[in-house]
């Protein structure tokens, strides 16, 4: 097969052929790189080939160079670096960018893509110096189709995500904004060019801070964007709105002079637009400032409360123009499509989402125009004004102080009840909807004896209508629970959910049982059964009991129905109900407690049955393992008998490395066990403790499980107590080498949030162990060293006072103590008295984010260290 055959057939609409295409493209690539790369450029620069061979030849060349994983990414790029011949790397990139004049415009898009694929390598190593005069040469003086090209390709460039490619992009700022601004000029005839030029200057706005941070450079950028927005091509208007978005993101604070001479008048002009994107995009650029003024207020008051005095200025940008460009929110909301599909991203959906945003940076500022909207609106004749009216009022309340937010709703909460009978479905939901905003945001505003029950009718009324609405009233009567159940204390011997508690049941159970109800309402049904067993008062635990019975036999009933399944649409059906009906089992054995005991013998053969069935690979083992988990919490050592049957599963499943989910499910179910049975886990121990061992040593579980495995070796040990001794070594080398494991100054924040769960899960292990050994406090002597290494690692990486330490520096000051403990005659002093010890216990007793128990913690380390700072030193032996 010649390479035209191959490359028109990646374009081949049978699956097979394309494969077996793409294959050989792999294949060629593999034997010979250089020869691949050169004659794929030949055939994309080749005026004479068909257009879709060309784009194919482009694509495969980007392709070549174009990886998710990082390890395949750079291994090719180095390829390129260092085994293709200079001379056929000068020819490739010449007949990329000859190809980029083509008036075969499909060919040149393609081979700007293949270009950015280059310029990600060699621009970071100084190479190709010149590439970006020649696109800007282009740009300023080629033909309208190279104008394109060029543009095109410098948005290729500047949207790839390369840190170090987007490092270099910043000294190329002048050049980038030269050739951008040029071709988005009004002065540009072709529309064409200048839509490439506003999509090009979107993806280069991140690299030109240098000149936005000159006035002059930045008053011209703003004027020829914001002469864009009327440039009559909705293309182009679109782009340009999408600009003033990132600009605002970006340069926030550059922005007052902007916003007073232009900005206002230009965006509200542009959500009126009869160009759903433009319109679309104007409306996004007012969430982009209320997100970004959202985000200022959140970073000031953490500041505040650090003491800090470096305070970010909030324009308020929000609040001054909410007079104007509320109403116009309001009445966009009235343009519905009743035929859009649920997740169309239309106008009016937009605007909703807007005046969220409003209400949230205006702190409910914005309500009397709301309301005055609402007034006006709730009874017209219209639906599209009906439903708009319920909607905003709904888009509001989360916003507003507490106390306007309860004089609204008390003042709405009837009219929106009266409007869940509307006659249009589309009113209807949108009342149910805002029910569940007023549940979820203001549930201190209903008055328990006057709404509460009518409140309940309403939604359970709608849950029997039409699915979509059904799905808003399951969410609204999920907070429902959550607000008035017993989320205050487990203890509560009543609630207001109580006297309705067993109608509220029964409904929900004959939502989930109707066999004509639609699979997303009958889930959605489950999920609120849920909420509503969770809190349960104490006096609604009868009826929780009786519900057992019920739960049980559905479950079981789903047994025999593994063996009707035909297709993999039965089979997520029916595995999507085991886990919403098991789900609610666990739920009712996590809230009877201990009075689940007399069922536990039934409820671990139906799990092991299950089990059996679906197999350790199933979506539904986890919420098996999580009841299994949970039980074993309810009747603590009582599980003993059920281990010897259980065991081999959980071994099976910590074992199942290529599925982390499983793995990292199990390890909590080990850690649930442990915690039950105590030291009468013993005997399984060593079955466990290989498994776990496993899982760290495995290249397929990757290192997200690490941190939980590692807390599971401390549960163990605080478990079994000094037998854990034959394990110390084995245990202690590990965690020695997870502390080994460093958080640089500039990794990312995923690394850093890695780095920190570890050395959660290091200092928890050690805190395990310590309090196992304390009669054996010898087996720890060679331990302490390094832990006060990892302690002293922890307080430098701590240092910022963040809330989202609080965590680990608590379990970090504990051990601190439990060391004291263990060895009170001082063996250790002097490690106690190292000065950053001190300031560590100081650092955490004065930080306000910090949890009352750890400043607790701090207190009672403070207080040991004292107690080892007037001892003397003995040898450690």
């Given at each position: 097969?010649?390479?035209?055959?191959?490359?028109?057939?990646?374009?081949?609409?049978?699956?097979?052929?394309?494969?077996?295409?793409?294959?050989?493209?792999?294949?060629?690539?593999?034997?010979?790189?250089?020869?691949?790369?050169?004659?794929?450029?030949?055939?994309?620069?080749?005026?004479?080939?068909?257009?879709?061979?060309?784009?194919?030849?482009?694509?495969?060349?980007?392709?070549?160079?174009?990886?998710?994983?990082?390890?395949?990414l750079r291994e090719v790029q180095q390829r390129w670096v260092g085994q293709v011949?200079?001379?056929?790397?000068?020819?490739?990139?010449?007949?990329?960018?000859?190809?980029?004049?083509?008036?075969?415009?499909?060919?040149?898009?393609?081979?700007?893509?293949?270009?950015?694929s280059i310029a990600a390598i060699e621009l970071p190593l100084q190479q190709w110096p010149e590439l970006m005069p020649s696109l800007v040469e282009y740009v300023g003086t080629g033909s309208d189709q190279l104008k394109q090209s060029a543009l095109h390709t410098l948005g290729y460039i500047c949207e790839l995500q390369d840190i170090q490619l987007r490092e270099v992009l910043t000294s190329h700022s002048n050049s980038i904004l030269t050739a951008v601004v040029q071709g988005a000029r009004k002065e540009e005839a072709n529309n064409d060019v200048r839509?490439?030029?506003?999509?090009?200057?979107?993806?280069?706005?991140?690299?030109?801070?240098?000149?936005?941070?000159?006035?002059?450079?930045?008053?011209?950028?703003?004027?020829?964007v914001c002469e864009a927005t009327q440039s009559g091509d909705a293309r182009i208007e679109a782009g340009a709105f999408g600009c003033l978005n990132r600009i605002m993101q970006l340069?926030?604070?550059?922005?007052?002079?902007?916003?007073?001479?232009?900005?206002?008048g230009l965006t509200i002009v542009g959500m009126g637009n009869q160009d759903e994107d433009v319109a679309k995009l104007a409306i996004e650029f007012w969430c982009t400032v209320c997100d970004s003024e959202l985000e200022i207020e959140e970073e000031n008051q953490e500041i505040e409360m650090m003491g800090g005095d470096q305070i970010r200025h909030n324009h308020c940008f929000s609040r001054v123009a909410s007079q104007e460009v509320v109403p116009t929110l309001t009445k966009l909301m009235t343009h519905q499509d009743e035929d859009a599909a649920e997740d169309e991203w239309n106008v009016s959906r937009a605007a909703y989402t807007c005046l969220q945003l409003f209400a949230q940076a205006t702190h409910g500022e914005i309500a009397p125009i709301v309301l005055g909207f609402v007034e006006q609106n709730i009874t017209d004749a219209s639906w599209h004004k009906r439903e708009a009216a319920v909607a905003a009022f709904g888009a509001i309340l989360q916003g507003p102080e507490s106390t306007l937010l309860e004089n609204i709703i008390k003042q709405g909460l009837p009219i929106i009840l009266k409007m869940m009978s509307d006659q249009n479905f589309h009113v209807r939901d949108a009342a149910a909807y805002a029910l569940g905003r007023i549940c979820e945001n203001a549930p201190h505003a209903i008055d328990t004896e006057k709404h509460l029950q009518p409140l309940l009718e309403a939604l359970f009324a709608g849950v029997q209508t039409e699915p979509k609405m059904a799905t808003s009233c399951c969410w609204a009567l999920m907070e429902i629970a959550n607000a008035f159940g017993r989320a205050a204390s487990e203890d509560n011997e009543t609630n207001p959910l109580s006297r309705h508690f067993g109608g509220a049941i029964s409904a929900?159970?004959?939502?989930?049982?109707?066999?004509?109800?639609?699979?997303?309402?009958?889930?959605a049904g489950y999920e609120v059964l849920n909420a509503f067993i969770t809190n349960a008062a104490i006096d609604s635990l009868p009826t929780v009991a009786k519900l057992l019975d019920v739960i049980m036999q559905r479950l079981e009933a789903t047994i025999p129905m593994q063996q009707q399944v035909v297709s993999i649409e039965d089979k997520l059906m029916l595995e999507e109900m085991q886990t919403s009906v098991t789900s609610c089992l666990m739920s009712i054995v996590e809230r009877l407690g201990v009075e689940i005991k007399p069922q536990s013998d039934r409820i671990v053969t139906l799990m092991v049955n299950l089990l059996q069935i679906v197999g350790v690979k199933s979506v539904v083992t986890d919420v098996i393992f999580g009841t299994i988990g949970t039980l074993a919490t309810a009747i603590e050592e009582d599980f003993l008998k059920y281990m010897d049957g259980f065991a081999p599963y959980l071994n099976s499943a910590l074992n199942t490395h290529t599925e982390p989910a499983i793995c990292s499910m199990a390890i909590g179910t080990v850690s649930d066990i442990t915690r039950a049975l105590s030291e009468k886990l013993q005997p399984f121990c060593d079955g466990l403790m290989n498994s776990l061992l496993g899982c760290l040593n495995s290249q397929a579980l990757g290192d997200q499980v690490k941190p939980a495995i590692l807390q599971s070796f401390g549960d163990i040990a605080q478990a079994i107590g000094p037998h854990f001794e034959s394990y110390l070594s084995v245990v202690g080398t590990v965690l020695q080498q997870a502390a080994g494991i460093n958080m640089p100054f500039d990794s990312s924040y995923e690394h850093q949030e890695y780095v920190l769960s570890l050395r959660e899960g290091t200092i928890d292990a050690w805190s395990g162990v310590i309090l196992a050994m304390r009669g054996k406090p010898q087996t720890l002597t060679s331990y302490v060293g390094p832990i006060f290494q990892l302690i002293r690692v922890i307080q430098h990486e701590t240092a910022d006072n963040s809330s989202r330490y609080d965590g680990l520096v608590r379990s970090s000051l504990g051990v601190i103590g439990d060391i004291s403990d263990t060895f009170p005659q001082g063996e250790f002093a002097e490690a106690f008295r190292q000065p950053w010890v001190q300031a560590f216990i100081k650092q955490a007793r004065q930080n306000p984010q910090y949890e009352t128990r750890t400043h607790d913690t701090a207190r009672w380390a403070k207080e040991q260290v004292k107690k080892q700072s007037g001892l003397r030193t003995f040898p450690a032996s």
């Open positions: 097969m010649n390479v035209n055959q191959v490359l028109e057939s990646t374009f081949s609409p049978d699956a097979a052929t394309r494969q077996s295409a793409e294959q050989h493209l792999y294949q060629a690539a593999e034997s010979n790189f250089s020869e691949y790369l050169n004659t794929l450029a030949g055939e994309l620069a080749n005026e004479s080939a068909q257009s879709n061979i060309r784009r194919a030849a482009g694509i495969a060349l980007k392709n070549a160079f174009t990886f998710r994983e990082q390890n395949r011949d200079p001379e056929i790397k000068k020819r490739v990139k010449s007949l990329a960018l000859h190809t980029l004049r083509s008036n075969d415009s499909g060919a040149g898009q393609s081979a700007g893509q293949f270009v950015a839509n490439a030029a506003i999509v090009a200057l979107s993806d280069a706005l991140e690299f030109v801070q240098s000149n936005f941070d000159n006035e002059g450079e930045r008053n011209y950028i703003m004027q020829v340069y926030y604070d550059k922005m007052k002079f902007y916003m007073e001479k232009a900005l206002y929900i159970l004959n939502v989930t049982e109707k066999t004509d109800a639609n699979n997303t309402l009958r889930l």
